[in-house]
């Protein structure tokens, strides 16, 4: 038997490709065919945004560079969402790297930096809109903690994404920034029910709701955690089983039931994780890790090296300079850096400037002199694990197993092993249509 389509009924199945492209065009259906094909065998639900259907899979944003037009834009072009990581950009532009490298600290350097990054954020936008080919849908993710939040928020609506996603604090402030573009999604990231709860009332008197929300797990996610210190992070309240149905009962108590989907982060590698937590109430995951290790993804080799192949024992849980935990692998640099950390915190105090000249970070632990806080220029290490450099780079990373081991595969790849029952003979998979 004809097995039926989660978006439309092919009927005998002898529809032409131009039918077709209009009945997805109408039905507002942004998935390619084969990978329509797989969602169908999987008997995954689609993923509803804006009324747009994708697939139940978003590439979650990494910072700094690693999520940029490359990655988002192949995510977005199989069916999924594909996320722009929006801070420091201009690190992937020559240009735009070279004419500010080297500046003298002054406020008029720092606002040249900003530009930079403005110019960096929509030409990394106009680029994946490019490769999307209109299917799937591009967000950016921007981190509520820095300095330019609202400017690459502007800058993120002014070039057409489809959604605009920020987690590390709480937007509250998101509908009003966004309030002339009610047709771009909202979707806030968070790890427990009490913050999404708070969240839903502020949102609900600006009379706007976001379009879905990332819960993500605080034990599992790769980079900055939601969580208070790092011995929170352990916390069992955090689990999926905990904070989807909690979130639910809100949804319910507010008379919001079925309006916000849920996206799972965190820890997720496999089509039996997705299925689980759509039976939990989710609709859709946000990967992250295996994501960064995909042939498409922004970093250079070395980086997804080092990611693909720390094992459990290399990972390591710290507080970042942002003040929020952190997770990463516990390469040269981190190693070195937690030797010396009660030396650091001992010695902390409030600089004249910020290393990096454009103040990346709203409130800095090193800028800041905050002992309590990390004690290292996030920017600068950041910067270098993007170029590979494993002896000063900082390797954000999810503890969570990888879905290929420690090889890199495409992200087409990564998206079919996703949506497969580990039963089934493999699908083709052509991209293309
Ligand atoms: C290298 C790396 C950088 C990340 N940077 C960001 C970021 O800038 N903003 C953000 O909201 N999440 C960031 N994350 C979290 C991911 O978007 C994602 O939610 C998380 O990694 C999911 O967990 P997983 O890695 O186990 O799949 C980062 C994760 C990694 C691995």
Redesign the pocket.
């Known amino acids: 038997m004809k097995p039926m389509s989660p978006f439309f009924s092919t009927g005998e199945g002898c529809i032409t490709a131009e039918v077709r492209g209009l009945l997805m065009e109408i039905l507002k259906v942004r998935v390619p065919l084969s990978f329509e094909l797989a969602l169908e065998r999987s008997g995954l639900s689609p993923l509803l945004i804006k009324g747009k259907s994708i697939l139940p899979i978003v590439q979650?944003?990494?910072?700094v560079g690693?999520s940029a037009h490359k990655l988002a834009g192949a995510v977005a072009q199989c069916g999924g969402m594909g996320t722009i990581?929006s801070?420091d950009l201009r690190r992937l532009h020559p240009d735009l790297m070279e004419g500010t490298k080297y500046l003298k600290p002054s406020p008029e350097s720092k606002e040249l930096i900003n530009q930079a990054n403005i110019e960096a954020l929509k030409r990394e936008i106009l680029m994946a809109q490019e490769i999307s080919k209109g299917r799937g849908l591009i967000a950016v993710?921007i981190?509520r903690a820095v300095n330019e939040y609202a400017a690459y928020v502007k800058c993120s609506l002014e070039n057409g994404v489809d959604a605009i996603?920020v987690?590390?604090g709480l937007p509250l402030d998101l509908p009003d920034l966004a309030a002339d573009y009610p047709d771009t999604a909202l979707i806030p990231?968070l790890s427990e029910s009490r913050g999404i709860h708070l969240l839903l009332r502020k949102w609900e008197k600006k009379g706007r709701l976001p379009d879905a929300i990332?819960i993500?797990h605080p034990r599992?996610?790769?980079?900055?955690v939601g969580a208070s210190s790092i011995e929170e992070v352990q916390n069992p309240k955090f689990d999926f089983e905990t904070v989807i149905p909690d979130t639910l009962a809100i949804f319910k108590t507010m008379g919001l039931e079925g309006k916000i989907p849920l996206i799972a982060?965190?820890?997720?590698s496999s089509f039996d994780d997705i299925k689980r937590l759509q039976d939990l109430g989710a609709s859709a995951v946000?990967?992250?890790?295996?994501f960064?290790v995909t042939t498409e993804c922004d970093a250079d080799d070395e980086f997804k090296k080092v990611l693909a192949e720390a094992s459990p024992e290399d990972m390591v849980d710290f507080l970042s300079a942002a003040g929020l935990p952190a997770r990463a692998v516990k390469t040269p640099w981190l190693t070195q850096y937690l030797e010396v950390l009660p030396k650091l915190q001992d010695v902390a105090r409030k600089k004249p400037r910020c290393t990096m000249t454009f103040d990346c970070l709203h409130d800095c632990g090193l800028r800041d002199g905050n002992s309590q806080w990390g004690q290292f220029c996030i920017d600068k290490v950041l910067g270098s694990a993007l170029v590979g450099n494993v002896q000063k780079g900082l390797f954000?990373?999810?503890?969570?197993k990888l879905p290929f081991g420690n090889q890199i595969k495409s992200v087409p790849e990564l998206i079919i092993k996703l949506l497969e029952k580990s039963l089934e003979p493999p699908l083709h998979v052509n991209p293309a249509y």
Not at 265 to 268: F, K, R, Y
Not at 396 to 400: C, M, S, V
């Open positions: 979650g944003g990494m910072g690693v990581s801070i993710n981190m996603v987690g590390a990231i990332v993500e599992w996610a790769g980079g900055h982060a965190g820890g997720i946000q990967l992250g890790t295996a960064a954000f990373r999810g503890a969570g």
